[in-house]
Structure formats: structure tokens, C-alpha cells
């Protein structure tokens, strides 16, 4: 993983380069299946077709090449495309590289690509925000539910506290529900304290189907239990419920239910918490919260590495930051250090199992992973 | 595109009668392949308002501008821009009119483009002629 943040002088490709390097020159040979996850390249390099633009850097160029793309949730589906290319056979290794590359561009096209995801022809042609699509779900689920402002903070609350002592975190400084509730206004209620910032930044990873790769390679410290999808309206207000992330939920129970394993043997989450609103959501669609009761449980500690349910144990989105295609991969990165007891100061105590949640929208897809150390599987 | 933005054209379904806007192909709710077009009333509910104080790009002249989650009479519900009301005054629940508007110049072709927003007033009905 590079550090989020800015790379003003890094391209694309040499941002993978940054994060690959050292997995390519331990790896015993070179993987057969590049998946690059990216969701702005268009937009931000005048780049398309970044499989083979990246292979190339990466002195990889007879490899499988392709790149993923889904808005915030392209780490999670190149993760699912690699898994699923080993896992079929068609490849005995995979190479995951997810970058994003958005501090460089001017705000308000920022703005626009953030909105990528909603309905254009519905939303972005009169200008709406994608911030202002949460907000206004933010604005009926602190009504419909008696959450207060104050509550709602609960969760950049956490993200932060945990981003404090995380190495490759964008934003290192403590922030109190309070802070966030007084930050300036981005789309009335949400402030900016709310809404993961922007960052650059590349995460790698090195998937093997762990049986014919070199005898000498390191057996597989980290396995994936399961991969999973659910997709679903986009817009939530077209839903027959819209504080219910169905997406989410169902790509959840799949995950579960493939990986043989209970929720509550998960010992922690790294969720798509990229605005306190949608992660209260997300923590109700995995099932960690009652409804209409994720921001109470952020507050009273539920969430805290030291808590029940650890969620965002670097900062998550909010916190450790959101280079959009790159999410995905660095919510894995960050659950193997987890898985790995490399984690330092945010280490889960004894944790064998974690559960990462890659979402693009307001959960029009989500993609979720279940992980375990090795000989964890339950 | 104009019919869908000036005249909230959306679609109704033959066979069981639901409306979508925007028009659907497959209807969401019996699955029909057979819809046919269909005005939308112009007439809603507010039920949730944001003011956006960051502007995508082609609107930064109009920062900040309102937006609200409008149900219209017939249960159809659609994001709006809102416009000719103060956004402290905006409550759940006000009955908003349709109303036509110039929605933004593009600077580079000179292309205006327009469509509909949301008001308290009842504003002037657009007609094909007009357009």
C-alpha cells in the first residue's frame, strides 16, 4: 500500500509500481493475471485500457491484463475477478493492483466524477452531488429513526480514532462527534467531517490458488474463504425500503454462507464507510446493528478495536482514506495485516477471521470477502 | 431527451398500470416488456432537502443551489433541484409545483440546456409548441 494522500508526481502506473514493487520482486515467479482496479483513469489521465498500460509498467507484459472497474467498489470486483479466475482454473496467480489518482483535478469536475455512480440522466444533469444523494437519505433516516447530529458523528468519530496511529492513513488527527458535528456544511446535513476525503493512492496484492505455485514460495499465510456479489437499485429512493442496503445484505449472507461461518465468528470488518450515513447502513445490512441503531453502537464503543465488532480498524474511508478504485484493495491489504498480526497499534486481538465490504453507489453493488488466517477457516 | 426533461415524460405500464419515471423498458413491477409513454404529474411532496455548497462542474454559478426528494401525485418519486423558496423555509410534506427552467449554459458549445425544477408556485405548462 502507498501512503493516501498526494502524489502529485507519481502517474498512474508508476503509483503501482510504488505498491507492487516489493510484492513482485519476493513473489517466485511472475503472476499470469494482472487485474487493475481503477474507477477515474478516463477522467483523471486521459487513460483508458489501463490492463495493458499497467502490465507494461510492470515489466509483466505476456500476462492476463485487464482492468475492473465499478465506481467505489472496483477494489472489491478486481478482487472478485481474480479470485474467481484462479479458482476456475484459468490461472494459477493473480496480481491485484488498485490506484486512483484524483487530487490533481479541478473540484468541481471532482465533484462530478464523485456522482459517477447515480443515475445521470436522472441526477448529475441537474447537478446534483453525490454527497447531496446521502444527504438526503441522511436527512429521512435521522428523522425516521430520532438520530440526532451529534449521533451521526459517531462513526467519523471512530474512523479517526483509529486512523491515529495507522502508518498509511491520509489523516492522522483525532476528531470528537463534536468536531464533526460543527465541521462546515457540504450538503446540508452531512459537513465535511461526514464525507471520506480525496486521496491518491495504489494497494497490491498477490493472489496464488496456493498448490502449484513454487515449491519454494511461502505457503499461503491468508486465505479467501469466499467472494461475493449482490447488485440492486440504484437509486434508493426507487427501493420498497430505503434504509435497507440490500446489496449489502445479500452479498453478506452469501459470503457467509459459502464460507461456512456464523457472523459472529468474524473478528473484525472493513467496511465502505466513505459518509457516516451509509456506513450506519452498512452495519445494519451486515447485521452488526439493530435498525435505525448503528450510530448508538458506534457511540457506546460496539465498533472500537477493542470492541465487539472491530470495523474500519485503520480508519477506514473516512479516516486512512478513499482513493476510489483503490479502496477496495486496501481494505484487504489492511485485513492481512490484520490476519498476519502485523497490524501495530491497531491490532485485533486474536483475530483469525475478518470480513471486508467494497460497495459503489449508495449500495447499488456491493462486493464482500471473507478472509481467514490460514487453518482459520473454522 | 428534451420530451423527458421539459415534460417529465416517463412510461406507464399496459398491463399493470404502474408509472416510472424515469421510462423504464421491463416494467419493475409485473416484469412487462409493454409500456407506453406517459406524462408525470406536476405536482409532488417534498419528503427530504439538501443545500449543496459543492457544485459539479457547469454549475458553479448557481452555488449553492437546493435539492429535494420530491414524491409526485401519482407516488412516483424523483430528485430536483429546488428553486423560488429560501431552504430555511423548506419543510417535509410542502406541496411543490414543476416549474421550467434553464438548468445550465455550457460554456465551450454555447448550448443551453433546460428542464424541469421544483417550486412552491404553480409555474407555466410547457406545451410542444414551445419547444
Not at chain 1, 477515474?40 to 491484463?65: F, I, K, M, N, R
Not at chain 1, 458523528?153 to 468536531?179: G, T, V
Not at chain 1, 440492486?232 to 449472507?253: E, I, K, W, Y
Not at chain 1, 459472529?264 to 447485521?287: C, N, P, Q, W
Request: aromatic share 8%; glycine share 8%; with cysteine.
Amino acid at each position: 500500500m502507498t501512503k493516501v494522500g498526494d502524489h502529485w508526481n507519481r502517474s498512474i502506473t508508476e503509483l503501482c509500481f510504488d505498491a507492487a514493487s516489493k510484492v513482485l520482486s519476493s513473489a517466485p515467479t511472475n503472476p499470469e493475471a494482472l487485474i487493475v482496479a481503477n474507477a477515474y483513469s478516463e477522467l483523471t489521465s486521459s487513460q483508458a485500457a489501463l490492463g495493458p498500460q499497467v502490465s507494461d509498467a510492470l515489466e509483466l507484459s505476456s500476462c492476463d491484463a485487464l482492468k475492473v472497474e465499478s465506481a467505489g467498489a472496483s477494489g472489491g470486483a478486481a478482487l472478485h475477478v481474480a479470485y474467481n479466475l484462479i479458482r476456475s482454473g484459468q490461472v494459477r496467480s493473480a496480481l491485484v493492483v488498485g490506484v486512483e489518482k484524483m487530487r490533481d483535478m479541478d473540484p468541481a469536475r471532482l465533484v462530478m466524477a464523485q456522482g459517477l455512480s447515480e443515475n445521470s440522466e436522472a441526477s448529475q444533469f441537474f447537478g446534483v452531488s453525490f454527497a447531496s444523494m446521502n444527504a438526503l437519505l441522511a436527512r429521512l433516516y435521522m428523522k425516521h429513526f430520532g438520530v440526532d447530529r451529534e449521533r451521526l458523528s459517531a462513526f467519523p468519530a471512530l474512523a479517526h480514532r483509529n486512523s491515529a496511529s495507522a502508518d498509511h492513513a491520509q489523516f492522522k488527527r483525532k476528531f470528537s462527534a463534536e468536531e464533526v458535528s460543527r465541521s462546515e456544511i457540504v450538503s446540508d446535513p452531512l459537513r465535511v467531517l461526514d464525507c471520506a476525503p480525496v486521496g491518491d493512492g495504489a494497494a497490491c496484492l498477490l493472489l496464488t490458488n496456493g498448490e502449484d505455485i513454487n515449491s519454494q514460495a511461502k505457503k499461503p499465510i491468508v486465505e479467501i474463504l469466499a467472494s461475493e456479489t449482490c447488485s440492486g437499485r440504484v437509486n434508493f429512493f426507487d427501493r420498497d425500503d430505503p434504509f435497507h442496503f440490500q446489496s449489502t445484505d445479500l452479498a453478506t449472507r452469501r459470503a457467509l454462507k459459502k464460507s461456512g461461518l456464523p457472523l459472529e465468528s468474524i473478528d473484525f470488518f472493513e467496511v465502505h464507510d466513505a459518509y457516516s450515513i451509509s456506513t450506519a447502513l452498512i452495519m445494519e445490512a451486515i447485521g452488526l446493528s439493530r435498525r435505525g441503531h448503528a450510530c448508538l453502537d458506534a457511540a457506546s464503543g460496539k465498533f472500537d478495536i477493542s470492541g465487539k465488532h472491530p470495523t474500519s480498524t485503520f480508519g477506514g474511508m473516512k479516516a486512512r482514506g478513499y482513493p476510489v478504485g483503490a479502496a477496495g484493495v486496501y481494505q484487504v491489504c489492511e485485513a492481512f495485516l490484520q490476519l498476519t498480526r502485523n497490524a501495530g497499534a491497531n491490532q485485533v486481538p486474536r483475530a483469525v477471521r475478518g470480513l471486508t465490504h467494497s460497495m459503489s453507489g449508495i449500495d447499488a453493488t456491493a462486493f464482500v470477502h471473507i478472509l481467514s488466517s490460514a487453518g482459520g477457516a473454522g | 431527451m428534451r420530451d423527458r426533461y421539459y415534460r417529465i415524460l416517463g412510461d406507464r405500464c399496459l398491463k399493470c398500470g404502474a408509472d416510472f419515471f424515469p421510462p423504464v423498458n421491463i416494467c419493475r413491477k409485473c416484469g412487462s416488456m409493454e409500456l407506453e409513454d406517459r406524462e408525470m404529474p406536476r405536482t409532488g411532496t417534498l419528503l427530504s432537502f439538501t443545500l449543496q455548497k459543492e457544485s459539479l462542474f457547469g454549475f458553479e454559478d448557481q452555488e449553492p443551489m437546493i435539492f429535494g426528494l420530491v414524491r409526485l401525485a401519482n407516488g412516483v418519486k424523483i430528485v430536483s433541484q429546488i428553486v423560488d423558496i429560501p431552504y430555511e423555509a423548506l419543510r417535509e410534506g410542502m406541496k411543490l409545483h414543476a416549474v421550467f427552467r434553464r438548468v445550465r449554459s455550457d460554456g465551450e458549445s454555447g448550448q443551453i440546456f433546460y428542464g424541469y425544477k421544483f417550486g412552491p408556485k404553480r409555474g407555466k405548462q410547457v406545451t410542444s409548441s414551445d419547444t
